[in-house]
């Protein structure tokens, strides 16, 4: 996978998006300069079976129809059904060499990781990407670790794990510049874009803050 691919990495499903329709928000968001979006439908109200099939395919349509990159959280069968770019697993979720086993060829696959330990595991199997948080509190994941901000950043970093890093978990315009400076190479965020009052901006501030820091 491309590096950059993380710069702005919004991550969403239709109950982030306080009633509005996601496609709309998605392109938004992708007008604003989102680098790759990550099909999250999850929480109270989320879209199952054949709705959630549906939603996937018109969400991955719009990614496509602008070179951005779709990805799919936890669910590897939805995304080789929509011919997803990738898939995205948790710690509690498959195993990464079950997944890789069963993805086709060139698809990416990306683990949340929360300490060094799970990052090195998550390298040694294979992941191509490493989602590491969460960087501050959020209350949009139920189930939360603890938070421990960018260190654990700073930590893998620090002992030379060259693997691209995306920080996630309560990250917004005002705190993105620390997550950068830890050595994330992007941010993933939900509802600093789903819920802004313009998706467009958010996603273009949160580009504007990662130019400043990495160039």
């Known amino acids: 996978m491309k590096r950059e ?25 992708i007008n604003g300069g989102i680098t790759l979006f990550q099909f999250r439908e999850k929480g109270s109200g989320a879209k199952t079976g054949a709705e959630k099939l549906k939603l996937a395919r018109e969400l991955k349509a719009i990614c496509h129809k602008h070179a951005v990159p779709f990805i799919v959280n936890d669910d590897f069968e939805l995304a080789l059904e929509v011919e997803a770019d990738g898939v995205h697993i948790g710690q509690e979720d498959t195993a990464i060499s079950f997944v890789k086993e069963r993805l086709a060829s060139g698809m990416v696959i990306g683990v949340s990781c929360h300490t060094m330990e799970e990052a090195t595991e998550a390298v040694r199997t294979g992941a191509d990407y490493i989602g590491v948080g969460p960087m501050y509190f959020t209350t949009t994941k139920k189930d939360i670790r603890e938070v421990k901000g960018s260190e654990v950043i700073r930590q ?60």
């Open 156 to 215: 893998i970093r620090k002992v030379g794990m060259t693997i691209p890093i995306v920080g996630i978990g309560g990250i917004s315009v005002e705190n993105a510049v620390e997550v950068l400076e830890a050595g994330s190479d992007g941010v993933a965020v939900i509802s600093a874009i789903s819920k802004a009052v313009s998706p467009s901006f958010a996603a273009k501030e949160l580009g504007r803050i990662h130019n400043i820091v990495k160039n």
């Open 5 to 29: 691919w993380l710069n702005v990495y919004f991550v969403m499903g239709s109950p982030d998006c306080d009633g509005r329709d996601p496609r709309v928000v998605l392109e938004e968001a």
